[in-house]
């Protein structure tokens, strides 16, 4: 089964933010410079203010476009995090496992024999309607969308 532990996911969307954050800041310093540089050329049209306006425009132009791919490649991702976290709500950083819809009741049927529900001798005779059981648990879980597939975790 393909279960998601939210710590993970909290750590990939922490990844994601500090690439993105780093690479504001670049952006951020890189214009920075190249209004100073834009400055200092109007101060004084030197050899040295023009080469200088042109690396701080070169820079620029390189952090524009490392954060425009980086948003290509991950914004949406982040933004799945993000709106996953919200819906999972307080123990998304701490850890809360996500059960995908489709393997609810395999994980109803690993639950039951993992508490003991289902131990003895011989329960061969025994017949549990797997389908009802999870349907009843269910009502215990919440529903979140993420990547395409439904998942369910514990209701707070």
């Known amino acids: 089964m393909s279960y998601l532990d939210t710590r993970d996911l ?7 933010k500090g ?11 890189a214009g920075e410079q190249y209004a100073e540089a834009c400055g200092a050329l109007y101060d004084d049209e030197t050899a040295d203010a023009v080469e200088a306006k042109d690396e ?13 791919a980086w948003e290509g490649e991950n914004q949406e991702e982040l933004d799945e995090l993000n709106a996953l976290e919200r819906e999972v709500g307080r123990e998304w950083m701490h850890g809360e496992t996500l059960i ?11 639950l ?45």
């Open 56 to 68: 701080a425009e070169s820079a620029l132009q390189e952090a524009t476009s490392a954060l425009s």
């Open 10 to 16: 909290y750590k990939r969307q922490e990844e994601l």
């Open 19 to 29: 690439e993105l954050e780093g690479l504001q800041s670049l952006l951020e310093e």
């Open 100 to 110: 995908p819809e489709e393997d609810f009741v395999s994980y109803v049927q690993d």
């Open 112 to 156: 039951a024999e993992d508490i003991g529900a289902t131990a003895g001798d011989d329960h061969s005779w025994l017949v549990i309607d797997w389908e009802a059981t999870a349907d009843t648990l269910r009502a215990d879980y919440a529903e979140a969308e993420y990547r395409g597939t439904t998942y369910l975790f514990r209701a707070n």
